[in-house]
């Protein structure tokens, strides 16, 4: 039996991420997962892509991740916020946030996914603090002392907390029993890239149209495209299967009248991806030995681009309360972790939940009252502010 501090099961960008950090701080971490590593890099683009808010970039830096990113991130300098019905102009009255009144920087960065998982993979194997297991397959067995982890064919590790990572469907959160309620919203995320004909100036946009949000992110240029964004589209499940299996031409008109002649001529890019979107409220974050981060934790509507943040906030909150922890498995640090983090993943379920309810409807008096919601804000600097900050992703505490 080998011995370690920290056993983190599964090596997705939060998991991964985390191991990265611990490592750097001096920790002895071992990180498990069931795929093998080198083919989540995807050496060819693939249209994938990650919003990195300002905060996050800075669990990145720490974690010694941002810097060895091979491809260019393209920032967030504007953010658009306009509200309308397909095959009309949008409404007048619209909301703007220039990152230069926040005096901070960009909003956020547009990273490819092939970009960090490469960067990640590069660290997590420069690091000598990190024991990697991957593909394997993981036992784990808790008690009140210390947790051993079981790698099938492999050694057995003693270790003195189990941080779940594995995404939704967690496996260690199940064998904690920790109950889960989800929320279901009839609705299909979107996601890919497109090149545009006209330069999008680090903008991004943010359109909401009857059966959901639609977003076209800036991103640096790759090849084949100078002039290249990703898109969030989300459709009425039903819509979203038709609209899955047209050809790129159709796709690429279909993606052209949400745009609504925002950048000029579009079409895509790489592959599309779906997946159902619901709401996941986890009723409680920790077990005896066992904290669950990212994914694992809370589900949120992409309405926002909130969710691998907050999975970067769960990293940073952990990581420092495990810094010069004696047990970084104890029920005090557990009770502490979870009183950090599930308030503020909470609110922003409740936000976004609440947004898209809001925006995912057509009644004329509801679309009246939130259009004269975004003209006020956009006209109100101190409420705009606020907004901005919280774009921002500050990482507070």
């Given amino acids: 039996m080998i011995s370690t501090d920290i056993c983190i099961v599964g090596a997705g960008p939060v998991g991964a991420t ?34 990195i808010a300002a905060g996050s970039r800075r669990v990145l830096d720490q974690a010694g991740v941002w810097d060895t990113l091979p491809f260019p991130a393209g920032p967030i300098h504007a953010i658009r916020v306009s509200d309308g019905r397909l095959g009309r102009p949008a409404s007048p009255l619209f909301l703007h946030f220039d990152a230069e009144e926040a005096g901070s920087g960009p909003f956020g960065w547009m990273v490819e996914a092939r970009s960090l998982r490469m960067a990640l993979n590069a660290r997590l194997h420069a690091l000598p603090g990190v024991r990697l297991f991957a593909p394997a397959e993981a036992a784990v067995e808790r008690g009140a002392d210390g947790a051993v982890v079981r790698i099938a064919g492999g050694p057995a590790i003693a ?14 959160r199940r064998q904690a029993g920790i109950p889960v309620t989800h929320l279901p919203y009839g609705q299909t995320g979107m996601v890919g890239a497109m090149a545009h004909e006209h330069p999008h100036q680090g903008g991004a946009l943010e359109h909401f149209l009857p059966a959901g949000p639609f977003a076209q992110l800036p991103m ?14 989300t459709e009425r499940t039903a819509m979203a299967e038709r609209i899955m299996a047209l050809d790129d031409a159709d796709f690429g008109r279909e ?53 691998l943040n907050l999975g970067f906030r769960d990293v940073a909150g952990l990581a420092s309360l495990l810094a010069g922890a004696e047990d970084p498995g104890s029920p ?12 503020d993943n909470l609110l922003m379920l409740a936000a976004t939940d609440a947004l898209d309810r809001l925006f995912s409807n057509d009644r004329r008096l509801v679309r009246l009252a939130r259009d004269v919601g975004i003209a006020a804000v956009h006209r109100l600097p101190p409420l705009k502010r ?12």
């Fill in 18 to 51: 985390l191991a990265c950090l611990l490592a750097g701080q001096g920790r002895e971490v071992a990180l498990i997962d069931r795929a093998p590593l080198p083919p989540m890099e995807h050496p060819d683009f693939d249209g994938r892509a990650y919003a």
């Fill in 332 to 343: 005090e640090l557990l009770r502490r972790y979870q009183a950090a983090r599930r308030p």
């Fill in 159 to 172: 270790c003195r907390l189990v941080v779940a990572a594995e995404g939704r469907g967690s496996a260690l």
């Fill in 220 to 233: 640096a240029p790759t090849e084949g495209a100078s002039n290249l964004s990703a898109f969030v589209w």
């Fill in 386 to 397: 606020l907004f901005m900050r919280q774009a921002m992703g500050a990482l507070t505490g």
């Fill in 255 to 307: 993606l052209s009248r949400r745009m609504n002649g925002h950048l000029g001529a579009v079409r895509p890019l790489g592959r599309r991806w779906s997946y159902p979107l619901s709401a996941m409220i986890v009723h409680r974050y920790t077990d005896t030995r066992l904290a669950l981060i990212g994914d694992a934790a809370h589900g949120i509507h992409p309405i926002a681009g909130q969710g």
